[in-house]
């Protein structure tokens, strides 16, 4: 009985010993999951990247205007107007909108077009075709709505106050058709 016990005890501190050299272990250490925090970080985090643009495409695609349209809405995905004062972390705020790009490419099942912003467009196409000259494509599409993102933040001692305000704009009429926004406070 007691070599029984022996026998198990064994077991158990190699079991616990072989799970210290877990490379799974290891390997979440060096690649946290990107939806949480990383208490080593400080300022927005890529867990803000993704509960913001989550949350904005899931607000967009609610829209009853939206779902009631018997057309589909043509939207460009604008630029970021970055109005921070605190630089100290250079925070390219663009990540927001394409994560939201890609969100509402995923979910938008019809009822969204994402039209090329034109500078883009140009570059691609100027790169890509050879001979045309630059200028409007003939019979590119033109968008009836632009999406884009004001960062704005109010920092303090010890943590930062960030408003990120999404927007989309009729382009016809200037109405502002959406808007919604994600705060965070973030130490820094």
Not at 34 to 53: E, H, K, N, W, Y
Not at 118 to 147: H, K, T, W
């Amino acid at each position: 009985m007691y070599g029984k016990w022996m026998s198990l005890g064994i077991v158990f501190v190699a079991a616990l010993a072989g799970c210290t050299h877990d490379r799974p272990h290891e390997y979440g250490k060096q690649r946290p999951p990107v939806d949480q925090a990383d208490p080593r970080d400080t300022g927005l985090q890529s867990m803000d990247v993704v509960a913001a643009s989550d949350r904005m495409s899931a607000s967009l695609l609610s829209r009853p205007e939206l779902n009631a349209s018997k057309m589909q809405w043509q939207i460009v995905i604008d630029r970021v107007e970055d109005m921070t004062t605190d630089h100290e972390f250079r925070t390219n705020y663009q990540i927001f909108l394409e994560r939201l790009k890609d969100n509402l490419s995923k979910q938008g099942h019809g009822r969204i077009v994402l039209i090329e912003n034109r500078e883009q467009f140009n570059n691609l196409r100027g790169r890509e075709l050879e001979g045309v000259a630059p200028g409007p494509a003939p019979q590119a599409a033109q968008p009836d709505y632009s999406l884009y993102l004001k960062a704005m933040d109010m920092p303090g001692r010890g943590t930062n106050y960030f408003y990120l305000q999404f927007a989309m704009t009729d382009l016809h009429t200037r109405v502002i058709v959406w808007s919604d926004r994600y705060e965070v406070r973030a130490a820094r």
